[in-house]
């Protein structure tokens, strides 16, 4: 499980997150909503090392995270697909599944077929630049890059931003498969408010920097949480 107590975070003067806690289950998907700008993204880039917080900690099966760099939640299990997902546009589609290779053995240095499985069109286009992919093509080869390293958490930020609606139901289908083999925990920032209520086992709602609503699906109604977002 994935534990994050009291977590503060400050943008130089500027304090943007304010004592935030959040649990996420192996086996859930865990839904972070509210509006633009409340800090979903930047919970998810503290929880992966790319921004350093304040204060709060940061637990992952019992262990705890001491203000990790990027590395090293990676190496802790910790995968990040960022708003914008930073495919390497220069590099083929294997080469940019290549890279999620650095936290792996040497002995394990191979794209399995899994992820083939997952994501066909990255099988038919492994030779293609990832520049050339068209956006929910490269939203597919960020998570299947992400995939690569056998996490334990799975941060998604706005998977389904500026993708076609046949693709949102691809990536969705995914989530769901993730969910139910029940080996890791899915953390998901997204704005679509039908795909993550679709999917959510879990809410945590932020407002200007705080958790204002933190609920299990079977506990909260959909009118009570888009009250929340709407906030």
């Given at each position: 499980m994935?534990?994050?107590?009291?977590?503060?975070?400050?943008y130089?003067?500027?304090?943007?997150?304010?004592?935030?806690?959040?649990?996420?289950?192996?086996?859930?998907?865990?839904?972070?909503m509210?509006?633009?700008?409340?800090g979903?993204?930047?919970?998810?880039?503290?929880i992966?090392?790319?921004?350093?917080?304040?204060?709060?900690?940061?637990?992952?099966?019992?262990?705890?995270?001491?203000?990790?760099?990027?590395?090293?939640?990676?190496?802790?299990?910790?995968?990040?697909?960022?708003?914008?997902?930073?495919?390497?546009?220069?590099?083929?589609?294997?080469?940019?599944?290549?890279?999620?290779?650095?936290?792996?053995?040497?002995?394990?240095?191979?794209?399995?077929?899994?992820?083939?499985?997952?994501?066909?069109?990255?099988?038919?286009?492994?030779?293609?630049?990832?520049?050339?992919?068209?956006?929910?093509?490269?939203?597919?080869?960020?998570?299947a890059?992400?995939?690569?390293?056998?996490?334990?958490?799975?941060?998604?930020?706005?998977?389904?931003e500026?993708?076609?609606?046949?693709?949102?139901?691809?990536?969705?289908?995914?989530?769901?498969?993730?969910?139910?083999e029940?080996?890791?925990?899915i953390?998901?920032?997204?704005?679509?408010?039908?795909?993550?209520?679709?999917?959510?086992?879990?809410?945590?709602?932020?407002?200007?920097?705080?958790?204002?609503?933190?609920?299990?699906?079977?506990?909260?109604?959909?009118?009570?949480?888009?009250q929340?977002?709407?906030?």
């Amino acid at each position: 499980m994935l534990k994050v107590e009291n977590l503060t975070l400050h943008y130089g003067a500027s304090q943007i997150l304010w004592g935030v806690s959040l649990d996420a289950r192996a086996g859930a998907v865990t839904a972070v909503m509210g509006t633009n700008g409340v800090g979903k993204t930047s919970l998810l880039r503290a929880i992966a090392g790319r921004h350093p917080y304040s204060g709060g900690t940061i637990t992952l099966n019992g262990q705890v995270l001491d203000h990790p760099r990027a590395a090293q939640a990676a190496q802790a299990g910790i995968a990040y697909v960022p708003q914008g997902r930073e495919v390497f546009s220069l590099l083929t589609v294997t080469e940019n599944l290549q890279t999620g290779f650095a936290c792996l053995p040497r002995s394990d240095h191979k794209i399995p077929d899994r992820i083939y499985d997952l994501f066909p069109v990255l099988h038919q286009m492994r030779d293609r630049r990832g520049g050339d992919l068209s956006g929910g093509q490269q939203q597919q080869l960020a998570i299947a890059r992400a995939l690569i390293a056998r996490p334990k958490v799975l941060l998604l930020d706005e998977p389904t931003e500026g993708i076609q609606p046949n693709i949102i139901k691809q990536i969705g289908k995914v989530i769901e498969l993730l969910r139910d083999e029940g080996e890791i925990a899915i953390v998901l920032v997204e704005q679509y408010f039908d795909f993550a209520y679709s999917l959510a086992d879990q809410f945590c709602v932020l407002n200007r920097g705080e958790v204002v609503l933190s609920q299990p699906a079977s506990a909260v109604t959909r009118d009570a949480i888009l009250q929340r977002v709407s906030i």
